[in-house]
């Protein structure tokens, strides 16, 4: 790599090195491997160390190569195309990981500016992001989610366990078989209902709600009434 001990005559000694070079090539190969393979650490340190060095130097080699190596990588496209489609795509995927990562850095230090930026956005969209959520929420799908957000927020507002999860609230309702826990009447409309309320402490939870019809829910006895049999002997919620 340095010239320095042999500036005397440096394109004749270049010359003999790589004839020498050319000539043991695997050789030298194999050696060189053997020799990274036994010194890992070493390497690696000696290439933290020079990193700078290492890159002004693979920069040089490659300004100086540049026409050489453009050459040589057109000639293995036309000979490997699937090859290179392949390794296109690789380093397509590696760059978009990086950008990726580099991005998840880039918002960790600078949680304050994005958390400015996102009050900034909602207080100039306020108007766009209601009507969103409006309809959003209008959607029959949707309408029992926002629904179940709203009973779970209600239990984490005073710190109380809130797993319960949708599939968990469709697992319920059938259990109740679609009926009211309180009346057993099968209304249109099945809320969900916290049986120990969250103002004494209920949290929502799996076991703690149950389907009731709205004139059942608005009922204000709450935790005092008496809950219909679970459709299928799962009493005891
Ligand atoms: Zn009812």
Known sequence: MQQSEESSNPSRSQARSRSYYLRHQEELKHKNR??????????????????????????Q??????????????QRRLLFPEKTRLISRRSQEKRKEAARAAMKIWRQS??????????????????HIRDYALAYRARPENKERHALNQRRRKALLRSLPATLTFAEWKEIKAAYDYCCAYCGEKPEVLSMDHVIPVSRGGGTTKDNIVPACLPCN??????????????????GR
């Open 61 to 74: 080699w490659h300004l100086k190569h540049k026409e050489h190596e453009a050459a040589y990588a057109k």
């Open 110 to 127: 600078h949680t304050e500016e994005l958390r400015e930026n996102l009050v900034r956005w909602r207080e100039a969209n306020k108007e």
């Open 34 to 59: 053997e020799y990274h393979a036994l010194n890992k650490d070493k390497v690696l340190a000696y290439r933290a160390a020079n990193r700078d060095k290492r890159k002004e130097y693979q920069r």
């Open 218 to 235: 608005r009922q204000k006895n709450a935790g005092t009434r008496a809950l219909m049999r679970v459709v299928g002997g799962n009493e």
